[in-house]
């Protein structure tokens, strides 16, 4: 269905050619979702970042799903968490990006750019690596009639990752060098739900955004349970950290650096505007 600014919502559980995804809203303190991709054939399913563990065994099974594989977007414990449970009541084995197997216990399979994780018969997802949050981060792209991105803590809905276990200039390398190269109709599942305070970021670097003022009014007190799946052609309009080129943002990012260049690069321009963000 359609919200007042005309975006596209769609439901928690979507299917995309051979493919379910169930978003589940965790509620807690850190503002997590957690996700199940499933094999609609078979009823294997993967867990990504499975933090509420009991919601996600008891959607699992609920629907008759059997998790075989969890997936570790990165290692902070927000993510993998849950990971000690889901194992005990399942025997799911885990993923994680080669990086991170001194960080996260248990791994049973370390993940490189361009691997590919399938899921029952039907389900492919392809391993990007995407440093930046932390510098062993992997974002997974299926491999669908739309795709969808599940993209950890490095894309929110109209945000980006803070850069604490990593560092601003490799995550601007991903998002210039893989994201914004992505399909624009790719579906966006981000690890949290942050769009609201994005959302005011934004306006605050570019008051005169216009479809960012309709989509902060449109989401404002939504159903997290059936929260907005935005996609990255939306990002790019309203997401501050895909929008170097705007001269409103450039101008106001002046008078926050003035020493900044009149025409700066656009890793300059990331990077600044993540330091701003970090206190903001």
């Keep these: 269905m359609c919200g007042q600014a005309g975006v596209e919502y769609r439901k928690t559980e979507t299917e995309e050619g051979a493919m379910i995804v169930e978003q589940i809203w965790t509620g807690n303190a850190y503002r997590n979702f957690n996700y199940l991709i499933v094999c609609p054939d078979?009823?294997?399913?993967?867990?990504?970042?499975?933090?509420?563990?009991?919601?996600?065994?008891?959607?699992?099974?609920?629907?008759?799903?059997?998790?075989?594989?969890?997936?570790?977007?990165h290692e902070h414990n927000d993510h993998i968490g849950g990971n000690d449970a889901v194992v005990a009541a399942t025997g799911a084995k885990i993923l994680a990006h080669h990086g991170a197997k001194d960080k996260i216990p248990d791994m049973a399979r370390g993940l490189d750019a361009g691997d590919v994780i399938k899921v029952g018969k039907s389900v492919e997802l392809e391993?990007?690596?995407?440093?930046?949050?932390?510098?062993?981060?992997?974002c997974m792209m299926s491999r669908t009639d739309q795709p969808a991105l599940f993209c950890g803590d490095t894309l929110f809905n109209a945000g980006?990752?803070?850069?604490?276990?990593?560092?601003?200039?490799?995550?601007?390398?991903?998002?210039?060098?893989?994201?914004?190269?992505?399909?624009?109709?790719?579906?966006?599942y981000p690890?949290?739900?942050?769009?609201?305070?994005?959302?005011?970021?934004?306006?605050?670097?570019?008051?005169?955004?216009?479809?960012?003022?309709?989509?902060?009014?449109d989401v404002a007190g939504q159903d997290l349970d059936s929260a907005l799946v935005s996609?990255?052609?939306?990002?790019?309009?309203?997401?501050?950290?895909?929008?170097?080129?705007s001269p409103s943002v450039i101008a106001k990012l002046r008078e926050e650096f003035p020493d900044m260049p009149e025409n700066p690069d656009p890793e300059t321009v990331f990077v600044n505007l993540r330091t701003l963000r970090n206190s903001w």
């Design 42 to 73: 078979t009823g294997e399913a993967m867990a990504v970042d499975p933090l509420d563990h009991e919601k996600c065994l008891a959607t699992a099974k609920r629907n008759g799903w059997t998790i075989t594989q969890i997936l570790n977007t």
């Design 160 to 188: 980006a990752g803070n850069c604490k276990g990593g560092h601003p200039h490799n995550l601007y390398e991903t998002f210039a060098h893989q994201l914004a190269k992505l399909p624009d109709n790719t579906l966006i």
């Design 127 to 138: 391993c990007l690596d995407t440093p930046g949050h932390t510098m062993s981060h992997i």
């Design 191 to 217: 690890g949290h739900d942050y769009i609201t305070n994005n959302l005011e970021f934004t306006l605050d670097r570019e008051p005169d955004n216009e479809k960012a003022k309709k989509l902060m009014g």
């Design 231 to 245: 996609t990255l052609g939306l990002e790019k309009e309203i997401n501050t950290f895909f929008r170097l080129h």
